[in-house]
């Protein structure tokens, strides 16, 4: 278990509306990424960080946004969410000892209706 | 880019069955290679990896070889149990680590 959250766990929203997805880790982990997982793709990255404040976009990154205030905090925004962003988001840390080990929070199911 | 091709299924097996899950690779330079499990309502957790040519990764009796020669990482059990059943993905990282690219996932269900 390498400590990480996420919230919501499942939201049903509107196309055009705003969504915030959050990703709680609690060990100090300075990498981190953002996931979706769509049947026949796997998992495609989307946004990552390297620090506070430090980004880098992935694979799919069009549509969405990230941000990272607090070590612990990583944001994912959808800033006007479309139902081609119906998905299942997923969380991960990068492990502290080995460095191409990722670990995984439990996901967010998003439905855009 | 880096890719990953893995057989996708649906496989279903009798407890006992061998299981073997292909997956090969396309990449530039030295990756590692990855297999993760998901089981229902989870996430991804790591199964096995092998970071270099002739490297074999296992774990709760599952194992993989990396063969730079056929560019494949193909997963292996000898007796699968129900306890087995989810979805397999093979995954490949750079050595940077940042840029881990996935197969589609393969779903296995084990019946007793």
């Known amino acids: 278990d390498a400590g990480i959250t996420q919230s919501p766990r499942h939201k049903v929203t509107e196309t055009g509306t705003p969504v915030t997805l959050r990703c709680h880790q609690t060990?100090?982990?300075?990498?981190m990424y953002w996931y979706r997982q769509d049947p026949g793709h796997g998992l495609r990255l989307i946004h990552y960080?390297?620090?506070?404040?430090?980004?880098d976009k992935g694979e799919v990154s069009d549509g969405y946004s990230v941000s990272r205030s607090k070590t612990e905090d990583f944001l994912l925004t959808l800033e006007s969410a479309t139902s081609s962003q119906t998905s299942v988001y997923f969380c991960?840390?990068?492990?502290?000892?080995?460095?191409?080990?990722?670990?995984f929070g439990p996901g967010t199911r998003l439905t855009v209706l | 880019g880096d890719s990953v091709t893995q057989m996708e299924g649906p496989v279903t097996l009798s407890e006992e069955a061998c299981l073997t899950i292909?997956?090969?690779?396309?990449?530039?330079?030295?990756?590692?290679l990855f297999w993760y499990v998901q089981y229902p309502g989870e996430g991804l957790q790591l199964l096995l990896k092998?970071?270099?040519?002739?490297d074999k990764g296992s774990n709760k009796g599952f194992e993989a070889t990396y063969r730079k020669e056929t560019t494949s990482f193909h997963l292996e059990k000898g007796s699968v149990q129900v306890s087995d059943s989810a979805v397999y993905f093979c995954?490949?990282?750079?050595?940077?680590?940042?840029?881990?690219?996935f197969g589609a996932g393969t779903r296995l269900t084990v019946k007793p």
């Open positions: 960080s390297y620090g506070v404040k430090d980004t």
């Open positions: 292909n997956c090969t690779y396309t990449a530039t330079g030295y990756p590692s």
């Open positions: 060990e100090n982990h300075r990498y």
């Open positions: 092998a970071t270099k040519a002739d």
């Open positions: 995954a490949l990282s750079d050595q940077l680590g940042n840029d881990m690219r």
């Open positions: 991960a840390i990068r492990s502290a000892v080995s460095y191409n080990e990722q670990f």
